[in-house]
């Protein structure tokens, strides 16, 4: 009874010097990312010239920058992107998340024109697969072209049992949905460099503007002129590098296709004889 009377003493006199009641330590909320603006793309400024609006709404560039996971945001990152951003492993994490929206939203401008209702369905038979989830030919959608069976591959937020019944196109449809989109876009590329540990610019990215052998990179690297300057990316070294790839594999490619009629027939026939030859008594 003493012991407690004594605890109350000590509370009132504590709360008497404070000036107030005696509160247990909370716990202080995490502190906001701090946001650093990123740079239109060049179609941005276009269709802002031409056409008096911008489909970009910066704040989707906000949405992407408090959303990336700590793993992209890594310095250890930086041998990973090096060839769009030279000195991510030493800017500051502001200047990281900078990059990271502006290199979604160069990719958006490549992929869709930055419109967030693009939807595409290719006849090519090299891409003209079923989509998994809804059992029809494969349709590529909003900001960064996905699909339905990323829900299923990247626990990605789109729902065709909520989706079937609308119109293509209709921007109600949850993988129209910026937000959605977006953050699918970040966890694939999660899966691409966190977890299989491969370079951003790779010939197994999910998307074919991002895989520097094909004709459509260079599309990316045009969207991709005004990277932060804190990056120190030489983007036009990197469309010189990659026009040259592209052009040569392309003169192979004919210089295989133009090879006289003559040798092909000796190089078959060379191989056609072997066996006639074995055969022989």
């Not at 949905?177 to 876009?185: A, F, I, Q, W, Y």
Request: aromatic share 6%.
């Amino acid at each position: 009874m003493f012991a407690s009377a004594a605890l109350c003493a000590i509370v009132l006199v504590m709360a008497a010097r404070s000036g107030g009641p005696v509160r247990s330590q909370e716990a202080m909320p995490p502190p906001s990312p701090q946001i650093k603006a990123a740079p239109p793309t060049p179609i941005a400024i276009e269709k802002v010239e031409l056409e008096g609006s911008n489909p970009w709404n910066p704040d989707w560039d906000v949405m992407i920058e408090k959303a990336l996971p700590l793993e992209l945001l890594s310095k250890d990152l930086g041998g990973a992107v090096r060839d769009l951003c030279p000195r991510f492993g030493t800017m500051t994490l502001a200047n990281r998340r900078a990059f990271w929206a502006y290199f979604f939203q160069a990719l958006a401008a490549a992929e869709a024109g930055l419109e967030p209702t693009a939807d595409v369905r290719h006849d090519d038979p090299e891409v003209a697969q079923i989509d998994t989830v809804s059992h029809r030919i494969v349709r590529q959608e909003g900001l960064l072209q996905l699909t339905y069976m990323d829900s299923e591959r990247y626990r990605c937020a789109f729902d065709w049992d909520r989706d079937k019944n609308l119109k293509e196109g209709d921007p109600a449809k949850t993988i129209l949905e910026p937000r959605n989109n977006l953050m699918c876009g970040m966890r694939i590329l999660e899966n691409q460099i966190v977890t299989h540990r491969k370079p951003l610019l790779t010939e197994s990215s999910y998307w074919s503007t991002l895989r520097p052998g094909n004709p459509s990179f260079l599309v990316f690297l045009k969207q991709m002129a005004n990277v932060p300057a804190a990056c120190s990316a030489n983007i036009e070294q990197l469309k010189t590098e990659a026009q040259t790839a592209i052009t040569g594999a392309e003169d192979r490619d004919s210089q295989s296709s133009e090879q006289p009629a003559a040798d092909i027939a000796a190089e078959s026939g060379s191989i056609a004889y072997a066996p006639a030859l074995a055969s022989m008594p």
